[in-house]
DNA sequence: GTGGTCTAGACCACC
DNA sequence: GTGGTCTAGACCACA
């Protein structure tokens, strides 16, 4: 498990969004009980305080749920996976956008190139 | 001017990305001289000989040529800058469709999910 | 049992409102014998006499009477249980309009509001 | 300006609660700048951090934004606003329907006594 | 100066 | 052991 890190953002919403992306991914199971806050911390490298963070917000985005003596697990509402799933493949589709836009291609043209590529 | 590196892969083809893609996006224009290899190598805080490879790369791409006396200059065959472009393109899309897939998106979902943002 | 204290007023007639409470909510059931001054003094935290002060309180409100040898019981005088029980309803309402007001509703709009709240 | 704390509550959403019902009440108007986040926790005795916490609270309820360099202000957004308010409204309720409740006042009985005290 | 982030470390409730 | 809160203090970007 490798945490990428540190593209000018806050470290906390990295964090918040790779766990995201694994459980959206199934990497941690809808149901499964999630690393502790000190575990996942010490994996990452950064201070437990600051995991802390991105496991709450996490939780604000009805991913997760703390069960104070069990530790925290993933959600079974399916709801709320597909929600996230969604958010996070719009924030790859803009960044998409961007680099495309740097290349020098505007929006329309870089949706054709896609479809093109995809045929 | 920031350098983004280490994704992985070895140090040079990702200078050498990033000097096509400031190449591509007119940062460095068609026929103007490129810093020289020292310079480029401190500001990216590479060894000169790696920033030699990168940029020797950029010249078996045809989009930059060595002249003995005015150092290295940017080409100016639209052709081969069209080229890189493309070249350019088709990664960003590799890594999208890889990005849509990790979240459970086949190609044809990706397109179509695309397309509706774009909308 | 905890005792929460020091809302601005004196202490005992916060403690003899507490108090009154339980002996309305039935904690203290209507005959029963209530814990000594020492005892209740002590778990409040507060100096015996003024626990007694609020003892007296209550007393002078009809929900207890001193019997000499068996300590201070708890009336078995249900009209003026009831009456007790609408004073201090009458003071959880006040507090509510209060409450209410500070939000910027009116006493019509503050029950109109509750009524919404219970269908 | 005095601060009510320590209900059992952790101490941050009482202070974001406190704000909220301040500028609901209008106590700190729309438009208007909101003390530093020092000052603040200065005045409720708390660690910078802990308020910087009930302030984004705040933020994330949408009654103010950030601007980095001219401090918080309060939004203007009476949408908001009226959305705050009968949220606190709600929790105004709630306690009442409680308090009542441990009067010995099921629900029904506590909107009569309520109307019967309005009249 | 402002808001915001991060670390370090202590402490609590729960079971 | 778990999640969670709070403090203390350093540091950063912005303007």
């Given amino acids: 498990m490798d945490w ?20 959206i991914a199934g990497e941690y199971p809808p149901g499964s009980r999630l690393p502790s806050v ?27 749920r703390a069960d104070r003596t069990a530790g925290r697990l993933v959600t079974q509402d ?16 803009r960044s998409y956008f961007e680099a495309m836009s740097a290349l020098g291609y505007d929006r329309e043209r870089a949706v054709e190139l896609l479809k093109e590529e995809f045929q």
């Fill in 4 to 23: 990428k890190l540190d593209d000018g953002r806050p470290i906390w919403p990295q964090l918040s969004q790779q766990l995201a992306r694994r459980i």
């Fill in 38 to 64: 000190r575990e996942l911390a010490a994996e990452a490298g950064v201070n437990p305080n600051t995991m802390q963070r991105a496991l709450a917000q996490l939780e604000q985005e009805g991913l997760a």
């Fill in 78 to 93: 399916t709801a709320a996976l597909e929600a996230a799933r969604l958010r996070e493949a719009q924030a790859v589709i």
